[in-house]
């Protein structure tokens, strides 16, 4: 859930802060509505679209356009904004292009959830889901919350919402000019290549940059609005106005800030998670004995995942794991599988747990086969032993060669 969660919040966040932007510079009769529409059009072109990159070019290429489209969109929106009539459209172009970079990344996530679960109804689809839905939901509120806090941000809006574009835009221009070098477009020069690297890798720290910045414009709108004094002239009805006025802006941009700061929050604790180094337990070796690997019950007893290397006769060293599932059933399988190959799996408390995808494997399918199941080998239980045929694991070497 904290997965599908913050992946959302991430597409969603820089969905929502740059349409707050173009909302401050596009002003007019129309305006939000042209914005309303391309933004439901291209929510609704998303899921088709993801699904069908191969008829664009492939996923790299549609980036890459989408990319170019936004970071001109926005340099435009800055340099013609006061022109009303050609700030309308690059604003109507830059939501569709932006909703559609991240609406048709939000649209694929659900694809790899199904290709890592054995079952359509479980557990971890449900907490997915639910991922999803809150992380989209939290998005359309930190939309709302930003466009109403934007109309108290005194004279600094132009300044604000310049800025988060010009981040946001500098970062999208970076990706669109990346494939257009791999593509061939433009030629491979050294120096390019050089100057894209620590770009490329940067890209992360521009968005974040332009999330920091909005968050000090707040709070740098926030002590405005405390700071400003009490109404005195007029008549009590009219200062009863001018300080609800007050109140009502302190609440908004209050309001704001906080429910930004829960989101990078969110973002930074999710990122911390994702980066933590796991060391996976060491592989017992293991010996055929007559065409056999004898492991001793006793040693599975534990209810705890266990990992073998057995060394094949081309030398490749085959891992693979065992654990019991109760009742006298035990799961056997390598310690890989079809979508995240060879990283291998770990124990987290009672669950087996993916090392590359983060993926909860269900114990009772261990060593059956599908999504990020580790893929299964055929065994027994003879006496006192499990017995898994070296022959099983010699027919798996490609996987770890």
Known sequence: MIKALSFTLRQGLEVAVVLAAVSILVQGRG???????????????SLPLAYNFNLLGGREAWSGALGLSMGTSALGLLLFRKKTGVAHWLGVGLTAALTLLRGTDIALFP??????????LNSEVLLTVAGLVLGVSATFVVFILLREASKHLFHWKIITAGGVLLLVAFGQLVTGVKVLVVYGVIPMYSWLVDLLIPLINGQELMFFSAIIFNLVMLGMALYMNQRVPEPTKGNPAQRRKERAQKLRAVGTVQASLAVMLVVVAVLGVSAVYANRVVELSEAVPVEGQGGKILIPLEVLQDNNLHRFAYSTSEGTKVRFIAIHKGSGVYGVGLDACEICGTTGYYQRKDEVVCLNCDVVISIPTVGFPGGCNPIPLKARVEGDYLVVETAELEDNVEVFD
């Open 111 to 120: 694809r790899y959830v199904f290709l890592e679960t054995v079952s359509v």
């Open 31 to 45: 305006a939000g509505r042209s914005r309303s529409v391309a933004f439901l059009l291209a929510v609704l072109l």
